[in-house]
């Protein structure tokens, strides 16, 4: 039986979701409130450069086979460019650099390659980052943080520093310190330990919204679909058990056959009834969530001074920089960088003008060739709420696409995916929302 579904948010589940209900014959409707698609995850022109920026940077794995299946279905999969074995360069302030790169051999001997090449690493640093693979279980890890369950495993401070922190601020978004080991987890077991092809990073080679957003929305309407822009949702009626209409800020109203929530759970908040934030048995946990900004920091210059694509920081604010010269295929504009701050609570404190100065000291520190190159432009973008935050017992707070209410669904990476808020987490809460969907009868 074929099903009228409206889908509330423009993201990449949102879409991810439409895009497969709509290939599988269902009817949607997908409103969103901004006047563009793309949620959290999009990609606009800069006027000064003419240069695309992503509103936050974005890294694909080889391990996510929900996204890049979504990608194929909406035609750009091509798009992504995969490394052919997992390389990742690392350096901090003064120091000399080292570089990860795995082997190509099947897992875990892939790894060999990585952690042995690692320089000032010592033999029995090297041997104790096997102790991780033994470790992997997939449960009880959401009381420990990061440094604490990594600890218990024998990893060193300086491991922790110079691997496994940057790793984990670009997994979670946050501060390792106050993140829970339960959503690191996962993303060691499928990212880094399950093969070599998994283990790869891909990128776009172009912005988020040529990736995703406009391609989705014309599958969409190719398929029957239809897309309404600048139409917020305000409030979600409820008789009993039952969803029954959704209220929109003009005063319309809709009674949909079927129902997807496809919103940040901050989002959420606001279109559910005051009484069930606190009181209700399934959506009172909405509260206790909490959100992780991100800052990004792009930087255009006359000529390039590093020469990796990706380089993970330690010892500064900046986490990581992403060489956007050479990761976009056909950018406009001179070849700029895009410097990362994650779980950025006081840098969104912090004036735009302030935290340029501060990333080109940090970049002069790491860099020594960047003395001499002029910098032609920088802009800064600031996500306050851009992912969950992945605090300690966060697992336990993070609902299920289904709910108990009749043809009532969420979708987002902020639900139950098994994995931290991430692209493909987002995918697979769609995917999963789409099989509920066609078995709910």
Not at 184 to 202: K, T
Not at 369 to 382: D, E, F, I, N, Y
Not at 409 to 419: H, P, R
Request: net charge positive; aromatic share 10%.
């Amino acid at each position: 039986m074929k099903k009228e579904v409206v889908i509330l948010g423009g993201g990449f589940a949102g879409l991810a979701a439409g895009v497969e209900l709509a290939a599988r014959g269902h009817q949607i409707t997908l409103f969103e409130a901004r006047g563009r698609l793309g949620g959290r995850a999009y990609s606009f022109r800069d006027p000064a450069t003419g240069s695309i920026l992503d509103n936050g940077q974005h890294l694909f794995m080889g391990c996510y086979r929900a996204t890049t299946a979504f990608l194929k279905r909406i035609g750009r999969l091509g798009d992504l460019r995969f490394q052919k074995n997992l390389t990742v360069d690392f350096s901090g302030p003064s120091e000399r650099g080292a570089r990860f790169r795995a082997w190509s051999l099947p897992a875990p001997w892939h790894l060999i390659g990585g952690v042995f090449g690692f320089r000032s690493w010592t033999l029995r640093e090297k041997l104790a980052f096997f102790k991780i693979r033994g470790a992997i279980r997939g449960n009880g890890l959401d009381d420990k943080t990061v440094p604490e369950w990594l600890g218990e495993l024998g990893q060193s401070a300086r491991v922790r520093s110079r691997f496994w922190e940057p790793l984990s601020f670009a997994a979670l978004n946050d501060d390792p310190r106050i993140s829970s080991a339960a959503l690191l987890e996962p993303v060691i077991r499928e990212a880094l330990l399950s093969g070599r092809r998994e283990s790869r990073i891909g990128f776009s080679q172009v912005g988020l919204s040529e990736l995703y957003v406009e391609p989705s929305r014309e599958f969409l309407e190719k398929n029957g679909g239809r897309v309404f822009l600048k139409t917020p949702a305000v409030k979600i009626h409820f008789s009993g058990r039952e969803m029954k209409e959704v209220e929109f800020r003009d005063g319309r109203r809709i009674a949909p056959e079927t129902l997807v929530l496809a919103v940040p759970f901050f989002a959420l908040r606001k279109l559910l009834p005051d009484w069930m934030i606190y009181q209700d048995p399934f959506f009172h946990l909405l509260h206790q969530l909490k959100s992780s900004p991100i800052a990004a920091i792009n930087l255009w210059f006359d000529r390039n001074f590093v020469d990796s694509e990706l380089v993970g920081l330690w010892g500064t604010r900046v986490h990581w920089i992403f060489n956007k010269g050479r990761i976009l295929r056909n950018g406009s504009g001179p070849p700029y960088l895009s410097l990362v701050i994650s779980g950025a609570r006081e840098e969104m404190q912090v004036k735009g003008p302030q935290l340029i100065e501060m990333a080109l000291g940090e970049l002069a520190s790491v860099f020594p060739r960047m003395s001499g190159a002029r910098l032609l432009h920088a802009q800064v973008t600031k996500e306050p709420e851009a992912t969950l935050s992945p605090v300690v017992g966060v697992e336990k707070l993070r609902l299920p696409q289904k709910t108990p209410y009749k043809n009532l669904y969420l979708a987002g990476d902020w639900t139950s995916t098994g994995l931290p808020a991430t692209i493909e987490g987002a995918v697979r809460s769609a995917n999963r929302v789409v099989e509920m969907i066609e078995n709910d009868r």
